[in-house]
């Protein structure tokens, strides 16, 4: 099975600032990485799917890049509704995995 | 408008059986297949294993083979996922997301279920 990584576990950061998520796949599965935003009691929503395209609808302050093994979740400037847990989900192999997630605190 | 809406929380004891549902509307069931993912509180997501609602077939994480089993009623747009022989450890929300077939992401999920096995 492919392992998802993700760093940092948990982030603090404020309102304006950029950020970086990482996810790093334990073998190659080219551009197939997902990323989604959970809300405290929500269920995932889709932000980003094949690395970098953006869902419809998702503010362009997200942006996502990488392929192989190396990818990552920008933030360009944090806005107050951004302060959730991101993760990374592999769609290359099945099974589908997930990283363990990205908890994005307020500063 | 796209929705996905699952059935209420549930309270089993060890070694019963669950089943959850998934109905769906606004689109056309048949054309999607439909995942199921599970989060134990405060942990990460698990995919559990998808169905094909136009023919049936199914695959299953290896993790929960002979253990689960998904079906579908295409009469009501209505996805299920069934757990058998359950687990303190199976205590988790229990997401539906479906994905079209020619694209590798799932874009729309339920809003859960909360499964909660207690003695």
């Known amino acids: 099975d492919i392992q998802m990584t993700q760093s940092p576990s948990s982030l603090s950061a404020s309102v304006g600032d950029r950020v970086t998520i990482t996810c790093r796949a334990s073998?190659?599965?080219?551009?197939?990485l997902n990323w989604y935003q959970q809300k405290p009691g929500k269920a995932p929503t889709l932000l980003i799917y094949t690395a970098s395209t953006l869902q419809s609808g998702v503010p362009s302050r997200f942006s996502g890049s990488g392929s192989g093994t190396d990818f990552t979740l920008t933030i360009s400037s944090l806005q107050p509704e951004d302060f959730a847990i991101y993760f990374c989900?592999?769609?290359?192999?099945?099974?589908?995995?997930f990283g363990q997630g990205t908890k994005l605190e307020i500063k | 408008q796209v929705q996905l809406v699952q059935s209420g929380a549930e309270v089993k004891k060890p070694g019963a059986s669950v089943k959850v549902s998934c109905k769906a509307s606004?689109?056309?069931?048949?054309?999607?297949?439909m995942h199921w993912v599970r989060q134990a509180p405060g942990q990460g997501l698990e995919w559990m294993g998808v169905?094909?609602?136009?023919?049936?077939?199914?695959s299953y994480a290896q993790k929960f083979q002979g253990r689960v089993t998904m079906t579908r009623d295409t009469s009501t747009s209505t996805a299920y996922m069934e757990v058998s022989s359950l687990r303190s450890e199976d205590t988790a929300f229990y997401y539906c997301a479906r994905q079209k077939p020619s694209t590798t992401w799932e874009d729309y999920w339920g809003q859960g279920t909360l499964v909660t096995v207690s003695s």
């Open positions: 169905i094909n609602p136009s023919g049936g077939s199914t």
């Open positions: 606004g689109y056309t069931f048949t054309s999607y297949f």
């Open positions: 989900q592999q769609t290359y192999r099945t099974p589908r995995s």
């Open positions: 073998q190659s599965i080219s551009s197939y």
